[in-house]
């Protein structure tokens, strides 16, 4: 079995101190995914349902070391994670998720927050080695491992082989050649020489400071009834569109607001794309590792451009990216860019970027436990604003997320508000 891998050019930008992924500031970035309850859990059976999920995961009781310059995973077997209590709630969950964060203990751990009844359980996952995806689906193994324990059933044995599951791009490497990537760099670089100045996509203006009383990384959401998520997905399928489309539609319709100039303003959107399917076979989503790749797509919106508009030339520009395979190559094309204007064009801002986990499913929990709502949350300093959504029960969720020191919480919730409206008035 294999217990020890070298980390992944891929994998090394999240291991890496100032290192991006295009646009994305991924160096130590955490992941944190969790789930809110009414009803009091055990910390008990929480350490027990931590170990037995390191101990189901190789990644997440692995230990980065490096030797001559050289970074690997290196499985710890008597890893156990740490769990922290906390008092507290809404505040002490944003306080945690602006927090240091110190990967010297390990790449798992654990923070139970409760105030009375409300209780949060929290889970710390390093990003380079979980994605959205995998992070819910080791969310959900956790709820079935701490129901199976409070209730007295049996908990699943775990895989036998404890293998390191390999990184994305070194199976991408197998489905992508370097004269393919190569060909979509030299695509790049020719849309970008046909260009003018003012096709240039524009960024949200930035209003941000330097400190903010609340804390840097902040979260404004959005939650839909089950009424109001049905009218949305009956919306979509009326006109031929996805839900993301039309997402995505109206959250650039929003952020057009936010622009004074008229005429055409041109704006890209960044989107993050598990490509598990991409493989014979698939890769499992509770294959716990990192396989978002990345792909976006360019619009250009005036004052008078409707949401489903906006949607309608979103849905053409990502099934162009999907014919054009973009997110399959974009994860070994970014390492060939190794001249200054290719990096530069790959690590342009998006307006917006957005994260879409899709449906998820319904926790088992023990009867005395009411379940509130999952949370999920992924931010680094100077990260391009980001709306993290995903369903759950019939109800979408849509999270607002960004950096403060770029742009000011009173502007953020006027792009949420305008949302919120142009969601209100799809037809």
């Known amino acids: 079995m294999t217990s020890r891998r070298r980390i992944s050019p891929f994998e090394s930008s999240f291991f890496g101190i100032g290192t991006t992924i295009g646009s994305v500031p991924t160096g130590g970035m955490p992941l944190f995914l969790g789930t809110t309850v009414h009803g009091a859990l055990d910390p008990a059976i929480l350490r027990t349902v931590l170990d037995e999920l390191a101990a189901a995961h190789p990644l997440l009781r692995s230990r980065v070391v490096t030797e001559d310059g050289v970074g690997y995973f290196v499985r710890d077997d008597e890893f156990r994670p740490r769990l922290d209590i906390i008092e507290g709630g809404e505040a002490e969950y944003l306080a945690l998720v602006n927090g240091p964060r110190d990967w010297s203990d390990g790449l798992f751990r654990a923070y139970l ?76 670089r020719a849309g970008a020489a046909t260009m003018r100045p003012e096709d240039a996509p524009r960024t949200l203006p930035r209003d941000g400071v330097d400190t903010d009383p609340l804390g840097r990384f902040a979260m404004q959401r959005i939650e839909l009834t089950a009424e109001e998520t049905a009218e ?68 250009n919106a005036t004052g008078e451009t ?12 990502l099934r162009t990216a999907m014919n054009r395979r973009e997110a399959v190559i974009f994860p070994l094309a970014a390492q060939l860019a190794t001249d200054e204007f290719t ?74 508000l305008t949302l919120v409206e142009l969601l209100q008035t799809l037809e």
């Open 306 to 317: 409707s949401q489903l508009e906006l949607a309608q030339l979103v849905e053409t520009g």
């Open 113 to 188: 927050l409760h105030a009375g009844l409300r209780q949060q359980v929290v889970l710390v996952v390093h990003h380079g080695i979980s994605d959205g995806r995998s992070g819910f689906a080791l969310l959900g193994q956790m709820w079935r491992h701490y129901t199976a324990h409070a209730t007295g059933v049996a908990v699943p044995e775990p895989d036998s082989d404890q293998s390191l599951p390999a990184a994305m791009d070194t199976l991408l490497a197998e489905v992508v050649s370097a004269a393919e990537a190569q060909a979509w760099l030299a695509e790049v």
């Open 343 to 416: 990096a530069a064009l790959l690590g342009a801002p998006p307006a917006i970027a957005i994260s879409n986990i899709g449906r998820l499913q319904p926790h088992p929990t023990p009867d005395h436990i009411a379940f509130v709502r999952d949370d999920i949350y992924a931010m680094g300093p100077a990260m391009p604003p980001k709306i993290t959504a995903f369903t759950r029960a019939g109800r979408l969720t849509l999270q607002l997320e960004y950096d403060t020191a770029l742009y000011r919480r009173p502007q953020m919730e006027k792009l949420r």
């Open 232 to 299: 949305l997905v009956t919306v979509a399928r009326s006109h031929g569109l996805s839900v993301n489309s039309v997402v995505t539609g109206t959250a650039l319709a929003a952020l057009r607001t936010r622009f004074p100039e008229s005429g055409v303003v041109p704006m890209f959107c960044g989107y993050a794309v598990d490509v598990r399917g991409e493989f014979d076979p698939p890769v499992p989503a509770d294959t716990l590792a990192n396989f978002a790749s990345g792909a976006g797509t360019l619009v």
